[in-house]
């Protein structure tokens, strides 16, 4: 039994110088390669003394980092965009003469529509012994009551102002 003991130590002990010469001569040189190729990376990149592992972990938290923020972004553009398409930005404004030999261009009509053409016109007819005012909505563009040929073009201006 003692010669079996002695016989695997003997054993173990020569593997451990074989693989301690193994180590020695193929993979200690191929580590200070790799040390050396990564040293010259690094100092290739000016990384200021970080390393190749830090600039990787630093470039995914600041992906991670854009992309909520993208994310937020995109999320306060769709708000912005609902709340302008509810606003008037489309005016169209048409001043004529309603009645003939009264005067100057002092009727009006004019349109204030939403981006998607919904809204309303205002017409005011002036004559020397009064000044009416009108009002009609305006849906997609068309006005639902009977519109005259005024309400219609100063549509049709708030119309050419939303393309």
């Given at each position: 039994?003692?010669?079996?003991?002695?016989?695997?130590?003997?054993?173990?002990?020569?593997?451990?110088v074989?693989?301690?010469?193994?180590?020695?001569?193929?993979?200690?040189?191929?580590?200070?390669?790799?040390?050396?190729?990564?040293?010259?990376?690094?100092?290739?990149?000016?990384?200021?003394?970080?390393?190749?592992?830090?600039?990787?972990?630093?470039?995914?938290?600041?992906?991670?980092?854009?992309?909520?923020?993208?994310?937020?972004?995109?999320?306060r553009?769709?708000?912005?965009?609902?709340?302008?398409?509810?606003?008037?930005?489309h005016?169209?404004?048409?001043?004529?003469?309603?009645?003939?030999?009264?005067?100057?261009?002092l009727s009006?009509?004019?349109?204030?529509?939403?981006?998607?053409?919904?809204?309303?016109?205002?017409?005011s007819?002036?004559?020397?012994?009064?000044?009416?005012?009108?009002?009609?909505?305006?849906?997609?563009?068309?006005?639902?009551?009977?519109?005259s040929?005024?309400?219609?073009?100063?549509?049709?201006?708030?119309?050419?102002?939303?393309?």
């Open positions: 039994m003692q010669n079996l003991s002695s016989a695997v130590l003997v054993a173990l002990g020569s593997a451990l074989v693989f301690g010469g193994y180590h020695a001569l193929f993979v200690a040189p191929q580590l200070r390669r790799l040390t050396k190729a990564l040293d010259a990376h690094d100092a290739l990149l000016g990384s200021g003394g970080a390393k190749a592992t830090d600039r990787f972990i630093t470039i995914e938290t600041t992906s991670a980092d854009l992309a909520k923020r993208s994310a937020e972004l995109e999320r553009l769709r708000l912005v965009e609902t709340a302008l398409a509810k606003k008037i930005p005016i169209g404004f048409v001043r004529y003469n309603a009645f003939e030999h009264t005067g100057s261009d009006f009509a004019l349109a204030l529509l939403t981006q998607s053409g919904d809204g309303v016109v205002i017409s007819i002036w004559s020397r012994e009064e000044t009416r005012t009108y009002g009609k909505a305006v849906t997609g563009f068309n006005s639902a009551q009977d519109a040929n005024e309400e219609r073009a100063a549509i049709a201006k708030a119309r050419a102002a939303a393309q």
